[in-house]
């Protein structure tokens, strides 16, 4: 299969799957969630970068022109220390900096994400190589992931530990914040009710996409032919609710109960 692989700790970097498919309809696109071990965004670096290698090791197994790390607490275990690889490995913190440096009008950047993102600062590290001058302020939001997990959108609940998370940094006078976790754009509306439309939310997969055209790998034809292979390391009838939920019309192929320590591993 000639196809860009996708990689989550679970069901949230569909919302990446899903940019990434209505730019290149045509192309193939194998997505591998490894929900048997989420959350990465609770554990340290070391063992997010082991899950990582299997993560990869095993989606190379299926002829791929490229690696998409759509977890935010993935790809800074992996700019950590980053990984040998045949094809591409790209990355969301990257590209979500460089997008928030450029929007950003008064360089005073928010950067929301799990603990081990948040605890990492290479948002902070990225953001600073573009533009020294800026004044970056973090703060982790643990509890949204499982608020998105639950469906509670756009809910008075969410709303409020919204505010909890956000109310701190929003004293700093920031006017642009990076979603710097797959879940946070599924909450937009929300965010955007507690900081007000004056602040720019970034959303990584935007540069991502940038990214991923300059390596002129993607199939651009624009006849919607593509497959989508789903993957996950563990299943449940609410998870499935949940892939539908998040990729919404985007319609995927197959979806497979895999075991990454059964074969394939590096
Ligand atoms: N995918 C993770 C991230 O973007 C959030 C969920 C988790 O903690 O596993 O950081």
Wanted: charged share 20%.
């Amino acid at each position: 299969m000639n196809a860009i692989g996708v990689f989550d700790s679970g069901v949230g970097g569909l919302t990446v799957l899903k940019a990434l498919k209505a730019r290149w309809p045509a192309e193939n696109f194998v997505y591998l969630a490894d929900t048997a071990r989420l959350p990465y965004g609770s554990k340290s670096l070391g063992t997010i970068h082991n899950y990582c290698t299997q993560n990869i090791n095993y989606l190379l197994t299926f002829g791929l022109k490229a690696v998409v790390v759509a977890c935010n607490s993935a790809s800074t275990a992996i700019l950590e220390k980053p990984l040998a690889c045949s094809v591409p490995i790209l990355n969301v913190v990257a590209p979500g900096a460089r997008k928030a440096v450029e929007i950003s009008t008064r360089q005073r950047i928010g950067v929301l994400g799990t603990r081990a993102t948040v605890y990492s600062k290479a948002y902070v590290h990225a953001i600073l190589r573009l533009s020294p001058d800026a004044m970056v302020t973090q703060a982790p939001c643990p509890l949204w992931v499982p608020l998105v997990e639950e469906g509670w959108i756009d809910d008075p609940i969410t709303n409020l530990i919204i505010y909890r998370y956000v109310g701190a940094i929003l004293k700093h006078q920031i006017d642009t914040i990076i979603l710097g976790c797959t879940h946070y754009p599924v909450l937009r509306n929300s965010i955007v009710k507690v900081v007000g439309s004056e602040v720019a939310l970034v959303d990584s997969s935007l540069g991502l996409i940038e990214d991923l055209e300059k390596l002129k790998i993607c199939n651009e034809e624009k006849s919607n032919i593509g497959k989508i292979k789903l993957l996950c390391t563990d299943f449940s009838p609410r998870m499935e609710e949940t892939f539908r939920l998040l990729l919404a019309e985007t319609e995927y192929d197959s979806l497979e109960l895999i075991d990454l320590n059964a074969e394939h591993l590096g």
